[in-house]
């Protein structure tokens, strides 16, 4: 067995280039099916992450309000309030565009919301220093203004800085008096995750002319219930509108499926591809053995006159093969490795490290496609006639 | 019990090396004596070989009815014109080939039962063969060539080493162990696949054309060391188409169209031709 290791190895040392040849198909197969698997998965992780991290309980509903149909913000506490074994929290949610300015700085990709004093439960806000809006500020139209930790650091210096401070929003005056905890670990920057404005909604719809909310996001108690409350939403909407075209219920929870069908679909269509290409790959380990094995039948029928048994044969162009395509699979990984710790922070802006599940998959393939397509050949090589073979040049 | 005699076969051998060319006859002797067990005493017993091939609807008798015995310590060669079934019979000899009819035993064993892996291992044992073309392996060094019945043996890589330097001393060719084949002249490649051959101890060395390939002074290089390999003991078939070579045997057979035609001592052979 030892012996046949060192054989293969010799073989394959000795004919470097068709080696190499045999072994390139491998490579390129194994660091796509890497490098694919890699990017994809990274990506689809990346989407799956953005996607829970905005709350997967959560429901949005979008409002055209008629002046002969509408939903108020009551209306809409009121159904809140019946259907508290389902809901935990609600807050409108309503977007204020126009400038922001802190002192003479405008902040141009900050949003401002205007949300209720449940908006930090849902969210999973913890505060850095002062306070989130509460239900007095809302009833009272308090301008009061909470704030993403990214803005505080990068226009009043620090957290503890901003307390207090004034922010101008359309030109009115609002006072800073709370900053929430870093949401991105990672990066701190403009129209990231910590550059936010919140206000009281009360003070939001005002501002935006539009007295009642057109926006809110209800939040269950699991995500299991997602699709029931959604139900429960439109039933309610339908008997005030009597027409889905004037509203919307998204289910994050539904969002998420339906990725999750995404990336399922995505990796079959992977594995196809991966396949496909494996087996290439494999044809290619096949035919160059099954060439090695004409070019070598001379040495085959000298070895086998010498008293080498069928399986003698067989075993060295067997391991041949196998070790042929676990070195084209090592390479192959190697490659896919770099390629995709190089490539994803370049194309997808996010981290695509090797799954570990890609790596021992491809390399597995690649040993199977050695064991099964060396086979073949190895087996024509062992039952070639001595006589036969020792007389061909 | 065929593994036994074969080391009192070398035991003899090596005596012999030591104590000459006079007591060879008391060796043989010996040899059969010690051999006695066997089914029968003698080392090729061929009775009634025929190997035919079909072709389309005729049949070539490559070997027909051939009657064969050769005893242990003999120098043997075969000798007949082009086709007339000398590769076949060696074929057979050797046990790369089965006969179409007929029984050949060799060393009391009935090669024409056996299947596949036992005329693999069958010939590993028994046959050491030296073919025209030499047949060294180009990519193997000398002594790895050397090695290969032995690995197929299964002997031990320290067993092996030694003996295939023990066989390449024989040939005079220890200094060129880790030459590449190609690295030789013929007559050297030659001496390296004569040591090959013997690095298995086998019962019969069994050359086909050994000289085919070489000129005609590395020629009688070659069969003076077959000839001396002989008078130490080591049973010599030599195969081959031109009867001044075959003339270096002691003993000679004649085929001709698949039949042996003459059987008998080497000058009496000198004398019909
Ligand atoms: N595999 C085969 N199939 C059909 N016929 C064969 C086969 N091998 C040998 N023969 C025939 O058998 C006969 C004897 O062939 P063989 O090779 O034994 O001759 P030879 O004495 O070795 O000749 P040479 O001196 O030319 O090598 C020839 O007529 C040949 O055509
Ligand atoms: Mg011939």
Redesign the pocket.
Known sequence: MRESFNLALKSIWGNKMRSFLTMLGIIIGVAAVITLVSLVNGYMGYMTESFTSMGTNQINVNLMNMSTRFVTEEDMYDFYDEHQDIFIQMTPSVQVSGSVKAGSEQLSSTSVTGVSEEYADMKGYKMETGRFISYPDISTRQKVAVIGYFDACQYFGSPENAIGQKLKINGYAFFVIGVVQRQDEDELEEGGSDDFVLIPYSVACKMSRSSIPSNYTFATKDTSVSEEAADILETYLEEVYRNDDLYTVTAMSELLDSLNEMIAMMSLLLGGIAGISLLVAGVGVMNIMLVSVTERTREIGIRKALGARRSVIMQQFVIEAALTSVLGGLLGIALGSAISIVIGPMLLQTETPPTAGAVIISFGVSVAIGLIFGYMPASRAAKLNP??ALRSE | MSKGSEIITNEISNTMDRSGDQTMDRTMDQTMYQTIDRKTAHLIEMTGIC?F???GDET????DNINLIVEKGEFLSIV????????????IIGALDVPTSGTYLLDGEDVGRMNDNQLADFRNRKIGFVFQQYNLLPKLTVQENVELPLLYAKVSRKERSERAMEALVRVGLESKASNMPNQLSGGQQQRVSIARALAGSPSILLA??PTGALDSRTSIQILEFFKQLNEEGNTVIM?T?DSSIALQARRVAR?TD?TIDFDGKAEDYARII
């Open positions: 006589i036969d | 190997k091939y079909e072709m070539v008798r490559a070997n007949g014109k082009s086709g007339s079934g000398k590769s076949t019979l060696m074929n086909d054309e195969i188409h085929i698949g």
